[in-house]
Antibody, heavy 121, light 113 residues
Framework: QITLKESGPTLVKPTQTLTLTCTFS??????????VGWIRQPPGKALEWLAL???????RYSPSLKSRLTITKDTSKNQVVLTVTNMDPVDSATYYC?????????????WGQGTLVTVSS | DIVMTQSPDSLAVSLGERATINCKSSQSVLYSSNNKNYLAWFQQKPGQPPKLLIYWASTRQSWVPDRFSGSGSGTDFTLTISSLQAEDVAVYYC?????????FGQGTKVEIK
């Protein structure tokens, strides 16, 4: 059974750094072709892809946010961490992590339930 | 970035009737080396994460009922629900994974008329 779960603060202040952890089970990020990504969704709005890290440590970022994002993995702990610097109220959103199998062309087939992050002073 | 544009933004369909959602990409998402369209469809119900319905434009996930179908190639794609059921009320998103940044459409809300 494949599961993913996001964890992190629910409230951050403007200019602070957000650190989110995706803890997963049922698959390994050391398996060829596996990737884990982050997607966010402001309340009532559309989905926005943020970043992706692959089994071979290839990292991809949204160009519009690249200077503020860092994605890392800890294969031994089955975790992927996303940091977002200089948080702003417009970054308030539900943040999801999701798995992809890239060579098979299957994107985002398993998702976590998401974690709502509010940016406010 | 590849821009994904869905139409309509919302639609109301009677139970048992057909629902059709269109998605247009600003550039082709057809990968010539394998002739695959890197286009996916997601369903999102209120308070839930999105669920992958279809990938490669027309391949259904194993759990997806066959009333859902995807079609199209290149830049123009369609998600069809052949006979709308009450449990299909949701927002549907198309997404391209041809190249990063992966991008989503703005979503189409499907309701019962």
């Amino acid at each position: 059974q494949i599961t993913l779960k996001e964890s992190g603060p629910t409230l951050v202040k403007p200019t602070q750094t957000l650190t989110l952890t995706c803890t997963f089970s049922g698959f390994s990020l050391s398996t060829s072709g596996v990737a884990v990504g982050w997607i966010r969704q402001p309340p009532g709005k559309a989905l926005e892809w943020l970043a992706l890290i692959s089994w071979n440590d290839d990292r991809r970022y949204s160009p519009s946010l690249k200077s503020r994002l860092t994605i890392t993995k800890d294969t031994s702990k089955n975790q992927v961490v996303l940091t977002v610097t200089n948080m702003d109220p417009v970054d308030s959103a539900t943040y999801y992590c999701a798995r992809s199998i890239l060579p098979a062309g299957v994107p985002l087939d398993y998702w976590g339930q998401g974690t709502l992050v509010t940016v406010s002073s | 970035d590849i821009v994904m544009t869905q139409s309509p933004d919302s639609l109301a369909v009677s139970l048992g009737e057909r629902a059709t959602i269109n998605c247009k990409s600003s550039q082709s998402v057809l990968y010539s080396s394998n002739n695959k369209n890197y286009l996916a469809w997601f369903q999102q119900k209120p308070g839930q994460p999105p669920k992958l319905l279809i990938y490669w434009a027309s391949t259904r996930q194993s759990w997806v009922p066959d009333r859902f179908s995807g079609s199209g190639s290149g830049t123009d794609f369609t998600l069809t629900i052949s006979s709308l059921q009450a449990e299909d009320v949701a927002v549907y998103y198309c997404q391209q994974y041809y190249g990063t940044p992966w991008t989503f459409g703005q979503g189409t809300k499907v309701e019962i008329k």
